[in-house]
């Protein structure tokens, strides 16, 4: 990720699709740091386990120092665990941080429903978790 040159830090939060699987992702793409990070929820995102809040961990509760250009990736399902646990279609956040003693903030919002159809190459991914070989294994989502 480039670092963009900039008069205050640019924090923002994604939703990354790769190998299957979805992560959230919190980065600091300005030249600057930010501090005091924190990344709020409109609803809980749960793990795997159906238990633990992956949108309560402390990353995004609370995140001191994001140094330029850093960037935080947080593990959170397989896409086809994801939406059949009835996990969220859309994540909302509210990004707030801190430069010196100026307050900054941004409200993201994105839809997961893009990631539901799309097919993958089987590896590092669901295959990878289940111990079955990767080899040109082609996930196409049930309709």
Same mark, same amino acid.
């Given at each position: 990720m480039p670092v963009e040159r900039t008069s205050e830090p640019e924090v923002i939060f994604?939703?990354?699709?790769?190998?299957?699987?979805?992560?959230?992702?919190?980065s600091n793409r300005s030249s600057l740091p930010a501090t005091r990070v924190v990344t709020t929820f409109q609803r809980p995102v749960l793990?795997?386990?159906g238990v633990t809040e992956v949108s309560s961990l402390q990353v995004?509760?609370? !995140? &001191?120092f994001l140094a330029p250009g850093k960037v935080i990736r947080v593990f959170v399902d397989s896409v086809s665990s994801y939406f059949a646990r009835r996990q969220p279609n859309f994540v909302h956040v509210t990004l707030t941080w801190?430069?010196?003693?100026?307050?900054?903030? !941004? &409200?993201?919002?994105h839809d997961v429903r893009i990631y539901r159809d799309l097919p993958y190459v089987v590896g590092r991914g669901e295959?990878?978790?289940?111990?079955?070989?990767a080899t040109d294994q082609i996930n196409r989502p049930r309709r």
């Open positions: 994604d939703v990354i699709f790769e190998d299957g699987l979805l992560f959230f992702e919190i793990a795997p386990d995004f509760r609370k !995140t &001191e801190t430069s010196g003693r100026k307050a900054l903030s !941004t &409200e993201i919002s295959t990878a978790r289940r111990g079955v070989s």
